[in-house]
């Protein structure tokens, strides 16, 4: 790359943003579908506060699994759904992000 290049730069900066975007989200995700015995994730037993702060924001888990799944649902592109802390309303909701970012 030559010096001062800075269009260049930028280009290289976003796709390693994009990629390592998309490492940490794919391992996030499949770290929780991993077997129980390697760490995998239990449900809603084993983090009952998560399940409580899912009733306060949603009203119940099953009304929190149908607005995730729509979401889930409008994702035309590289998108991820997330469940998600807000710190100013000190409440959890549901956000999208674009490609892994």
Known sequence: MEKCDNKKKSELANTIR???GAHNNYMFFWEGLAPISEGGYL???QYPD???EIKKSFGDLDTFKKSFSA???KIVEACWVWLAYN???GSLE???TKNHG
């Open 43 to 45: 449900g809603p037993v």
């Open 71 to 73: 979401e889930i649902d």
């Open 18 to 20: 994009y990629n390592v």
């Open 87 to 89: 710190t100013k309303t």
């Open 50 to 52: 998560l399940v409580e």
């Open 94 to 96: 549901i956000r999208k």
